[in-house]
Structures are given as structure tokens and as C-alpha cells.
């Protein structure tokens, strides 16, 4: 759903219908939180649980070859170190 579509729901029944903005991240790290408000602010939450772990990075390529071969070093150097979870963040259509 889109927020359209949560203000079309609201428009049918104000009267029982409220709306609750959920403001706290539990999931991020805080490096991940702050890096995100750089790129994000208006959709950014303004709280976070306070974990670290380590500063995110953009890097662009011009090949997606490039690319390609970087994402599966860095995937293999997480699970060298035993990450659970790995995540990773493209433009689509590449």
C-alpha cells in the first residue's frame, strides 16, 4: 500500500478510523539510521534503538561486471565474519 491508499481508507470512516505513525526503529544500527537521514530525511524515523555496527557506503561502477564482482567479495567477506543476515541495496533495473 502506498499512503494514497491508507488516506482513502481514513476518507471513508473518520469517525472510527485513526491513524498511528510508528516512529521508533528497532532493526537499523544507528550508523545505518543516520546515514539513511542523509539520503531520506522526510522518511527517515526520528527514533532509533541504540546498536552499532558498521558505517554503510555508497559505490557507484560503471560496468555492472564491476560491480557484480565486488558484491560477491563483500558477500563472502560477511559470511567469513558470520553474518546472519546480509543486506544490500541496488537501483532496480541493473
Same mark, same amino acid.
Given at each position: ?11 471513508? !470512516? ?23 537521514? *542523509?539520503?531520506?530525511? @522526510?522518511?527517515? !524515523?526520528?527514533?532509533?534503538? @541504540? ?5 554503510? !557506503? ?5 560496468? *555492472? ?8 567479495? @563483500? ?5 567469513? *565474519?558470520?553474518? *546472519? ?10
Amino acid at each position: 500500500m502506498n499512503v494514497g491508499d491508507y488516506n482513502n481508507i481514513y476518507n471513508i !470512516s473518520k469517525n472510527d478510523t485513526c491513524i498511528i505513525n510508528l516512529t521508533k526503529t528497532y532493526r537499523s544500527t544507528t550508523e545505518i539510521t543516520k546515514f539513511a537521514r *542523509k539520503l531520506l530525511p @522526510e522518511n527517515i !524515523s526520528d527514533e532509533y534503538v @541504540e546498536r552499532h555496527g558498521d558505517e554503510p !557506503s555508497l559505490i557507484n561502477f560503471n560496468h *555492472k561486471d564491476d560491480m557484480n564482482k565486488k558484491l560477491v567479495e @563483500e558477500i563472502k567477506n560477511y559470511q567469513e *565474519k558470520n553474518y *546472519k543476515s546480509i543486506g544490500i541495496i541496488t537501483k532496480t533495473g541493473l
